[in-house]
């Protein structure tokens, strides 16, 4: 990876680590944090936000997203996400995977980081960690 990638994978982890802080988690106690890169050039941050009634629960990951298209933009590059200990503890649900592939810059470029809390992570693609996506349809009354 080039430097310039790696500083802004470092810079996501760091903001995505800071994002956690304000997780609202007082039912799991499992404190998630999110950075996104928009094509914009912005950073958007979500932590988990958790409710007494637990199916209203929404991820880190998704809130980011969310923010940045609430703010206009519909794309992003990367992502990095961190939960505990290991850089796989914050490997996003299955719903955040098909929320990343609707607004992936690219499939197979768009990063998602799997951080650590000690800053440690591995890169992945939104394409490596959903196969065979459903990003498309066509209407069928066309
Ligand atoms: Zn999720």
């Known amino acids: 990876m080039a430097d310039k990638e790696r500083q802004i994978?470092?810079?996501?982890?760091e903001k995505a680590i800071e994002a956690r802080q304000k997780a609202?988690?007082?039912?799991s106690k499992f404190s998630v944090g999110a950075a996104v890169l928009g094509a914009?050039?912005?950073?958007y941050t979500g932590c988990n936000i958790e409710n007494v009634s637990y199916g209203m629960t929404m991820c880190a990951e998704r809130t980011a997203i969310f923010k940045m298209v609430s703010e206009g933009c519909t794309q992003f590059d990367a992502i990095a996400i961190v939960a505990g200990e290991n850089a796989t503890d914050g490997a996003p649900c299955g719903a955040c995977r098909q929320v990343m592939?609707?607004?992936?810059?690219?499939?197979?470029?768009?990063?998602?980081?799997?951080?650590?809390?000690?800053?440690?992570?591995?890169?992945?693609?939104?394409?490596?960690?959903?196969?065979?996506?459903?990003?498309?349809?066509?209407?069928?009354?066309?």
């Open 101 to 142: 592939g609707e607004f992936a810059a690219d499939l197979d470029k768009t990063k998602v980081i799997l951080a650590a809390l000690n800053g440690d992570y591995i890169v992945e693609t939104v394409a490596s960690l959903m196969p065979y996506p459903f990003v498309k349809f066509k209407p069928q009354d066309e």
């Open 40 to 43: 914009d050039g912005n950073i």
């Open 9 to 13: 994978c470092d810079l996501l982890v």
């Open 24 to 27: 609202y988690a007082p039912y």
